[in-house]
């Protein structure tokens, strides 16, 4: 086995993300309850008991709802960097000294047999990152709650074998649609969340002859639909002679386990 994962959820009810290797099973953010987390783990018939640690992005509530009580009730270590530590310390509540640890903007680090590198994102949170995954010369970039997608995230996760992409909202359904303008520009801005063109352009400039799949992640039940996603992200990305499989993710229930080949 090389790398394998499911989106277990995601979209702004909720996010968290599972890979493994022979030696880690890896979370990153649990941004469901603990109930509706071991429902999720179970649909794709892992135990989380046998997880080897969480790692987290950022401190908004759909990345952390569950945490505090899935890593106690599994006495699970969990990774961030200083600032996310502090912003989510009063809503994770109490935990052990031996269960909190620091994992640094721009630093890899070794989990067994998988590097993760992390790396920051321009999002309305005290120091957003993500991460990407590399074993045994495979790599699954997960990209998400990002405004834009700059030259320096692109470096880093170009050539994946797989990607975990944002596609959040249709631009046209956000103008249109019923939330309010200072929410609308929020999520339009620099600090916000990608568009499905969006999207659709970064992929173009970092996919190559190893990538296998894409995901569409992090879709907004308001302002956009998954065949729409589908379609704007296949349309920039055929103007660029790329074909691609691109793959839905849901917000409650996980995505079948892929392993990278």
Same mark, same amino acid.
């Given at each position: ?15 968290a ?15 469901l309850?603990?109930k +509706? ?7 794709i ?14 401190e $908004? ?12 009730? !599994? #006495? ?9 530590? +502090?912003?989510?310390?009063k809503s994770?509540?109490?935990?052990s000294?031996?269960?909190?640890f $620091?994992?640094?903007l721009?630093?890899i680090?070794?989990f ?6 992390s ?7 005290a120091e957003?990152m993500?991460?990407?995954f590399? $074993?045994?010369?495979? #790599? ?6 990002l ?6 995230? #692109? ?23 019923? !939330?309010p ?9 620099d ?7 969006d ?12 990538? +296998?799949?894409?995901?569409l ?20 990305? +055929?103007?660029?002679?790329?074909s691609?499989?691109l793959m839905?993710?849901? $917000?409650d ?9």
């Amino acid at each position: 086995m090389t790398l394998r994962f499911s989106v277990l959820a995601s979209g702004s009810t909720g996010n968290a993300f599972y890979i493994e290797s022979e030696q880690q099973r890896l979370l990153v953010d649990a941004g469901l309850s603990g109930k +509706q987390l071991d429902r999720l783990f179970q649909e794709i018939n892992i135990d989380p008991s046998n997880l080897s640690s969480i790692l987290v992005t950022h401190e $908004h509530s759909d990345h952390i709802k569950g945490l505090g009580v899935f890593a106690r009730k !599994y #006495k699970l270590p969990i990774y961030a960097n200083a600032k996310t530590w +502090q912003a989510m310390e009063k809503s994770i509540g109490n935990l052990s000294i031996d269960q909190k640890f $620091h994992f640094n903007l721009e630093e890899i680090k070794t989990f067994g047999d998988i590097d993760v590198e992390s790396f920051g994102v321009s999002h309305d949170a005290a120091e957003p990152m993500f991460y990407t995954f590399h $074993h045994q010369g495979k #790599k699954v970039a997960l990209v998400t709650d990002l405004g834009y997608v700059s030259e320096r995230i #692109k470096k880093i996760v170009e050539g994946a074998d797989a990607y975990i992409f944002e596609a959040n909202h249709d631009v046209g359904m956000l103008r249109m649609g019923r !939330y309010p303008w200072n929410v609308k520009r929020r999520i339009l801005g620099d600090s916000g969340h990608i568009s499905n063109e969006d999207c659709g352009l970064a992929l173009a400039d970092i996919v190559d002859n190893n990538t +296998q799949r894409i995901y569409l992640a992090h879709l907004s039940l308001d302002n956009n639909m998954r065949d729409l996603a589908r379609m704007s992200v296949n349309n920039v990305l +055929q103007e660029r002679g790329i074909s691609l499989e691109l793959m839905d993710t849901y $917000h409650d229930k996980p995505t079948v386990l892929f392993e990278v080949s």
